[in-house]
């Protein structure tokens, strides 16, 4: 079976504070996929970054930064110096391709409000 | 090229009514999937596809219908509408091949309610 917690439900911080979003899920497989999506107040879903399970490399993308440890089964997300632009539902998912042929589980989303 | 694409944007339909949401990519993307979006829920499979012809069941898929008969399109049918079912739905696609499967690209939702 698999899992993703999110544990946040709503996190609200002042603009240019940092923030994280936490990601903590429950596989059995040694091969899977994780994922973070951006749920903007227009309602799209936004890919924002994947990562296999042989990776553990941290990643940074401008603003943007992820944690990645097996050893607590984490994949957690880090915005620097927020904006008003990044409120948001974040969700993070999960995928065992050798499992069957379900795509995606996701978490139940956190949203995060960034007041000016 | 459009990506995902999803019509209607928004429905209202009365209990027992049927009808069509409608899902189409124009990336050649051989899976294709369905997912609803409820408050505090996340997002849940309904019904998924890993090609033209073969479609298969997610977590809820009880009171949909799926079918592929091409690989741009993928719609999903309410049989008879029932006020559980008011959700947003998103559509989504992806390739197949493993590794690339996972990253899945969503369209811009269907809100649909149900009276």
């Known amino acids: 079976a698999q899992k993703v917690t999110q544990a946040q439900t709503e996190i609200s911080v002042v603009e240019k504070e940092d923030v994280t979003l936490d990601c903590v899920y429950e596989?059995?497989?040694?091969?899977?996929?994780l994922f973070w999506y951006k749920q903007p107040p227009s309602g799209e879903l936004v890919f924002l970054i994947r990562r296999n399970s042989f990776d553990e490399q941290n990643e940074i993308s401008g603003r943007y930064s992820w944690n990645f440890q097996k050893s607590t089964s984490s994949f957690n997300f880090t915005i620097t110096a927020s904006q008003v632009v990044d409120s948001a539902v974040y969700f993070c998912?999960?995928?065992?391709?050798?499992?069957?042929?379900?795509?995606?589980?996701f978490g139940k989303g956190t949203r995060l409000s960034v007041i000016a | 090229n459009a990506g995902v694409t999803q019509t209607p944007k928004f429905q209202v339909l009365k209990t027992g009514q049927s009808m069509t949401l409608q899902c189409a990519q124009d990336?050649?993307?051989?899976?294709m999937s369905w997912y609803r979006q409820d408050p505090g829920m996340g997002l849940r499979l309904i019904h998924y596809s890993v090609g033209a012809g073969i479609t298969d069941q997610g977590e809820v898929p009880n009171g949909y219908n799926v079918s592929r008969s091409t690989t741009e399109d993928f719609p999903l049918r309410l049989l008879s509408a029932a006020p559980s079912q008011t959700s947003v739905y998103f559509c989504a696609s992806s390739y197949a091949r493993q590794g690339a499967r996972e990253t899945q690209y969503f369209g811009p939702g269907t809100r649909l309610l149900v009276l």
């Open positions: 596989t059995r497989d040694t091969t899977y996929y």
């Open positions: 990336m050649n993307h051989e899976y």
């Open positions: 998912a999960l995928s065992e391709p050798l499992s069957g042929n379900t795509p995606l589980v």
